[in-house]
């Protein structure tokens, strides 16, 4: 099993950055790839960037521009830098790991608000 926590969530105004942290723990050496995922209400939850073990990544086209994914795996640990936030950035952002067999594991999520 592995079990996720997020964190670096927070309110923050318009054209800020946040940094938001994940670290995982239990049998770390079954994952295969972390990422981010977000989610509003009454919206589907949508990838925001994937990295492999290797590096390799996967963004969402529409977040190429401004969110970049970066793992220390070291510390089992990945980010996900933000920058000129727009308030449609608004959402929980969720961590998720690969694992065996296709299984993705998630986080509770961290809150991120984007407001004046």
């Known amino acids: 099993q592995v079990q996720l926590v997020e964190s670096g969530g927070g309110l923050v105004q318009p054209g800020g950055s946040l940094r938001l942290s994940c670290a995982a723990s239990?049998?770390?050496?079954?994952?295969?790839?972390m990422g981010w995922y977000r989610q509003t209400p009454g919206k589907q939850r949508e990838l925001v960037a994937r990295m492999a073990n290797g590096g390799g990544t996967n963004y969402a086209d529409s977040m190429k521009d401004r969110f970049t994914i970066s793992r220390d795996n070291a510390r089992n640990t990945v980010y996900l830098q933000i920058d000129s936030l727009r308030p449609e950035d608004t959402a929980v952002y969720y961590c998720s790991a690969d694992g065996p067999l296709g299984h993705r594991y998630w986080g509770q999520g961290t809150q991120v608000s984007v407001s004046s």
């Open positions: 239990g049998n770390t050496f079954s994952i295969s790839a």
